[in-house]
């Protein structure tokens, strides 16, 4: 019988044994402060900031556990202790009465601004400061493949945090500006590793009224062009998260005049596809999407955004209308809508 286990080298050695010594020590380091400061743990401290985050300052547990990267059960202990505290409140969800939300209290607000300038100061004594701009690219390179083998579902915040819309701990975040969002969900800006998600959420738009199409069909190339090649360097998306995982996005694409999409206007305008899976429809998750990809717009200087819709898709029209889209043209049994930044 030969040993066929594929040992380290000695440089994936030297390597390991060093990832061991950070994972020992940092959080050693970054509990150390918080106790002596604050008198919270950094577990302790993420669960206040991620409810910091959003604009109710509530969270469903599920939510909350994936913006924390934790366990339920572990999640339950630490809002307990917390709860006694006075730093947060649990009451059943109002969206779903099976479904608990926990919710910051004013104390608990105060706390994570007292907090939050120290930690992020040891987060860059410990971290950050060591690295050069191109290190810290690296590490962010090499953090998401690891978690690409430990969280493949993309069950956890990692992945999805900071939002699209703001840094991590930014003054407007503590202050409570962040923009509206719906209770237990989470954004992040799209990433050339989402190509499947796009894939599969263009056949959900293609599918709005029934299942006509399967996923071989998207490999035609009036369909592949929504998702295939997808590059945040020039397109836009943003990855509504909750605590199943992704349940919706949106995203623009610049498509050139000899290869364009059913909402076709421009070459330097991108045009829109959005899906939300059926767990979140009906919670503002669209509307927020197409919110947040139209301010990226307005912010980068996109004359416009297109899309096309439908006939008889009168829920997707009226999101639209409302966001500011009007009819521009006709395409077979779909309008083209432009909405203009």
């Known amino acids: 019988m030969t ?9 994936q050695l030297r390597a390991w044994m060093k ?55 572990r999640l339950s202990h630490v809002v307990s202790r917390l709860e006694k505290r006075g730093l947060v409140t649990r009451c059943p969800s109002a969206d779903d009465r099976r479904a608990t ?9 105060a706390a994570i601004v007292a907090a939050a300038p120290d930690h992020v100061r040891t987060a860059r004594r410990f971290v950050i400061d060591a690295l050069s701009d191109e290190q810290v690219r690296q590490l962010d390179g090499i953090t998401r493949a690891l978690l690409g083998r430990l969280d493949p579902e993309g069950r956890f915040a990692a992945l999805t945090y900071p939002r699209s819309d703001g840094e991590v701990l930014c003054e407007e975040r503590l202050t409570g500006a962040s923009p ?5 969900v989470l954004f992040r800006d799209a990433t050339a590793d989402d190509t499947g998600l796009l894939r599969h959420a263009t056949l959900a738009a293609m599918n709005w009224k029934a299942s006509s199409f399967v996923d071989a069909d998207l490999d035609r190339p009036e369909f592949a062009h929504y998702f295939d090649g997808f590059d945040p360097a020039r397109d836009h ?11 919706g996005v949106a995203w623009v694409r610049f ?6 999409g059913y909402g076709f206007v421009a070459e330097d305008v991108p045009e829109l596809t959005m899906a939300v899976e059926p767990r979140g429809r009906g919670r503002g998750i669209g509307t927020a999407l197409l919110a ?21 898709n009168t829920g997707a029209r009226i999101t639209y209308e409302r966001a ?18």
């Open 101 to 109: 939300d926990v919710q910051l209290t004013d104390d608990g607000f």
């Open 324 to 341: 500011g889209f009007r009819t521009v043209g006709r395409n077979g049994d779909s309008d083209t809508m432009l909405v203009r930044s």
């Open 180 to 184: 509206a969002a719906p209770a237990g």
């Open 3 to 11: 040993d066929e286990t594929p040992w380290l080298t000695r440089d």
């Open 292 to 312: 947040r990809v139209l301010d990226a717009g307005r912010a980068a200087g996109w004359p416009g955004v297109s899309l096309s819709v439908e006939d008889g």
């Open 237 to 247: 998306g943003v990855v509504a998260v909750d605590g199943e995982g992704p349940v």
């Open 255 to 260: 498509l050139p005049a000899d290869d364009p």
């Open 19 to 73: 990832l061991v010594a950070v994972m020992e020590l940092l959080p050693a380091a970054l509990d150390q402060q918080l106790q002596r400061d604050a008198d919270l743990t950094h577990f302790d401290y993420m669960v206040v900031a991620m409810l910091s985050e959003t604009e109710s300052r509530t969270l469903r547990m599920s939510a909350l556990a994936a913006a924390t990267n934790a366990s339920l059960p």
